[in-house]
């Protein structure tokens, strides 16, 4: 049965390339069907890779090959959880490494725009720590990162 939600993210042409980096790249991720338009649509032909159904570390995502009408923005990212530095690492140099760019405090873009936050754990638990100095000197050091830095949020929270 399939969900009864999920997430839609529209690309020019490229929604199998990127469901397939996105398997290959995060855990708990597939790619499902690919099908085909039935017909000729505004930015492609009868035949053509029209959407791909994916999954990303669980949640049920639809690629649609729309064309360049639509871009994608940060106000859409998905937040992924990592446990210390070397997967937030890996993850992050992943995705810039394969074309996509540093954006700040644990952003990025993957080459397709779409956004994702790469974010440790420690960093959530810093800035929502009960003594509010200690999450603000954490929140300011997070404001200085591009990748986020375990080290050194562990740093700030102990002041």
Same mark, same amino acid.
């Given at each position: ?7 839609? +993210?529209? %690309?020019?042409?490229?929604? +199998?390339? #990127?469901?397939?980096? %996105?398997?290959? !790249?995060?855990?708990?991720? &597939? ?7 039935? @017909? ?6 009868? @035949?053509?890779?029209?959407? *791909?159904?994916?999954? *990303? =570390?669980?949640?049920?995502?639809? @690629? ?10 940060? #106000? ?26 540093? /954006?700040?405090? @644990? ?7 779409? /956004?994702?936050?790469?974010?440790? &754990?420690?960093? =959530? ?11 603000? &000197? ?5 404001? !200085? ?9 562990? #740093?700030?929270?102990?002041?």
């Amino acid at each position: 049965m399939p969900a009864k939600n999920t997430i839609c +993210l529209w %690309y020019e042409r490229n929604a +199998l390339e #990127a469901a397939t980096f %996105y398997a290959k !790249t995060f855990p708990d991720t &597939r790619v499902g069907a690919v099908h085909r338009a039935p @017909g000729d649509f505004p930015d492609g032909k009868q @035949g053509d890779e029209l959407t *791909v159904e994916f999954t *990303v =570390m669980g949640v049920p995502c639809l @690629g649609l090959n729309g064309g360049p009408a639509f871009k994608q923005t940060e #106000a859409f990212s998905f937040q992924v959880s990592t446990e210390d530095q070397a997967e937030t690492d890996r993850l992050w140099h992943a995705i810039v490494d394969n074309g996509g760019e540093e /954006s700040a405090c @644990g952003w990025c873009k993957d080459k397709w725009g779409v /956004s994702w936050q790469i974010t440790p &754990r420690v960093l =959530m638990e810093a800035i929502a720590h009960p003594d509010p100095k200690a999450a603000k &000197r954490a929140f300011d050091a997070m404001m !200085t990162m591009k990748k986020i830095d375990i080290a050194t949020i562990e #740093a700030a929270l102990k002041g």
